[in-house]
Each structure stands twice: as C-alpha cells, then as structure tokens.
C-alpha cells in the first residue's frame, strides 16, 4: 500500500508579538512596536546578549549615556530625527562590534572623549524612530568634549539633571531615567 505525500505545510514564520522564536522572549512594552515585523532570523538571546533583535530592526545602535562631574553628555545632531534633537552620543554596531565597544567607538568619534563602557543599562525600539537602541552606561577616561564629527554633529552640551527636560522634552527610556537619578543626584 502506498501513502500519498503530505501536503507540504507552509514555512511558518514567527510573529515578533510572540517574541524571539527561539526563547519567546519580547519585552512587552516593544511588542506593539514591532508587531509587523518578523523574527525568523533570530538567534538564541540567552547565548548572545538578546542580540537576536538585530535581525529584525537591522544593525543595533549604541547609545552611550556620560556622566562626568554630576552631568550627562548630549550631542545635538545636523539632522533631526524626527522629534529627536539632543540625544546621547550613538551609532550603530560594526559586524562583530559589540554595542558597548560601539557605544566607546561612537562617543569618541562625534564628541573627541574617550569613554570605558561600565555596563548596560536597557534595549528597545525607539518609540520615535523605530531602531533598536542599546544604552550603555559609560565613564569618562580622558579627553574633552568637543564636536569631532561636524558632519553629523552640531553641538555637544553637559546638561545638568533638572536641564534635561528643556533637551529631551519626550522623555527618557525608564531604564536610563532610573540610572542617570541615581548617578546625578549624588
């Protein structure tokens, strides 16, 4: 007796609502973000850091948040992003980069400072610009701020805690809020 073959199933493609395809993880508040996006190529993020999102948001970018003497370094970019003026020193990740090297890389780049990165303080899909940022919270090792890359960059300013709001009037992702409360408030 011989079987028919099975119809062939259609390859079923993961819904980024249900998170990476090989750890379901999505951190909630991202999901309606990306709920049009697929996560087919993921990765497992447990073994790369949660690095899977590249795949779906393309290359990473590295934001880098200085606190150097009570005060956070922003840099105010040539072009808007939309709403996004001041942001923090970024860019995104080169093949093989990490986001943290990425983050030191970037912020030497556009501002002349080097930084040490000294860890990781959150991911997400930006609300305004759909890209997957990484934030890394990073320390000032020598240099002065300046603007380095006039191309990209046309200003770079220390702001003070209770200045922020007047640079960033959208807000800041909790996360690096959290962080930059802590560390300024001193």
Known sequence: ??????????ERRPNAAEGCPTCRELDHAEASAVAS??????????VLRRRHRSSAHGA????????????VLLVRRRVAEGRLSWQFPSGKAEPGETVAEAAVRETCEETGLRVEAVGPLGERVHPDTGRHLSYTACTVIGGTARVAAADEVA??????HDEIPAYVPQGLFEPVRRYLDAVMRR
């Open 1 to 10: 007796m011989t079987h028919a073959p099975e119809p062939a199933r259609p």
């Open 37 to 46: 996006r697929d996560l087919s190529g993921a990765v497992d993020c447990r």
């Open 60 to 71: 990473p970018v590295a934001a880098a948040v200085v606190v150097h003497d009570g005060r």
């Open 155 to 160: 200003e770079v300013v220390w702001a003070g």
